[in-house]
């Protein structure tokens, strides 16, 4: 598969999460902790942004799907019924010289083999080695479970065990029969849920792609047994739909099938959407036709009908389910990787074309490098910024502190009256704001802004009663 060349390499994206506050390392005052990430003021944004496009396509303009904000820690059997007790396990392997600790199938994986996996268990091919020392001295693989434990009340005892959710899933399947009692739905219909899952990576990695901790999107869409096809078809095209509306272009995403022999014995079909990451082609997000299996397992486990009685053909079944499973950090890991650019652009930044920098060679004469975060105006963190065009001058900071209150109602603004105003420009196209409007002394004339694109940086006189409307029709989801 064609790998397109990348606009931002990791580090230099880690770096700019970090220096500009998108994201910073977990408990980084005691030198961090692996696999967990802490969203700074613009990341919680960037975050918002992804749940809301996502709450809205897909519970909000919707008449079939409500949604569900259940307990992260269950009832220990929910993960009994659901098969995670026992086989949510990684094959992991140690190495022996250097004590460190590896997914056995990614290391086999990177080495360019496949690990064996038999009835007996795994087994390492020949000659794999330790990728930390390089050592070919590591222990056979063993399945590792990848749920957090811990214990409910006073007493760290057997009885008390329970886990941290690994999915959301599991929540809206215990709650399938109530949720169907008080929604006056009817099937097909489904239930959403965003929220937070954890899962003891063994190798976390990628930045925030793979961590320990992180958010999850999901719908459970229950059908008729038979339509499965029909659904499952549908929901991969409406999610291919979903990440183009955010940003992502089509040449970065694929729809990927897993071949049937790969396939989890209860599923139909799935379809992972994966994006053109720095590192390579990875997941977003899982479209599984699941069939009956998690309500069934729950009716068993549970003693409990998970049946649906249907009004019109009077006949009871247990529904399939399409599930499509998406993350957030993953989705903002991507839209922060799509959006990273750098750039030359004219100096005086009025008009003028910003060019795409070439690695290595100097900034052209008249020109100055920019880093710009060209995020789709509805997805930006910020997504208007006021500027008055001089601090000093109090008939100015009035305007625009009206101008500021009247867009914050709608949008995350940004305030800022401190420095030259190119200066500032640059400061909101590395954070990619996508509008900035400065109040001049021409506003006093005549209520005239200057409204900056962050793209093209052009910039246009608009009356401040027709600011909203404008600024409106570019940010709409
Ligand atoms: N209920 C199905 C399920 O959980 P999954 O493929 O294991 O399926 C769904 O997870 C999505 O959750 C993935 O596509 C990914 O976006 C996100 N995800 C899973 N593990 C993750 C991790 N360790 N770090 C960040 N995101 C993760």
Redesign the pocket.
Known sequence: MKTRPHKATLEALISLCKRRGFIFQSSELYDGLNGFWDYGPLGCELKRRVREAWWKAMVQRREDVVGLDSAIIMHPRVWEASGHTTSFADPMVDCRACRKRFRADVLCEEQGQQLVQTAQGYSLPEGIKCPACGARDLTPPRAFNLMFKTFVGPLEEESAVAYLRP?T?QGIFVQFQNVLAVSRQKIPFGIAQIGKAF?N?INPRHFT????E?E?M?LEYFIKPGSDTQWYEYWVAERLKWYEAIGLPATSLQASAYPPDKLAHYAKACTDVLYDFPFGWQ????IAARGAFDLTQHQTHSGKSMEYFDPETREKFIPHVI?P???V??VALALLCEAYREEWVPKADVAGEPRRAEPGKPVPEGYEPRTVMAFAPAMAPIQVAVFPLLKNKPELVAQARTVFSQLQRRWTCFWDQTGAIGRRYRRQDEIGTPFGVTIDFQTLQDQTVTLRDRDTMQQDHVHVDDLQAYIAKKIAY
């Not at 997941?283 to 899982?286: D, P, S, T, Y």
């Open positions: 999915e899933a899962r990576e792609f793979r961590s320990r992180f999850q999901e997941e977003l997000e899982g599930e499973s998406a993350g950090d993953r």
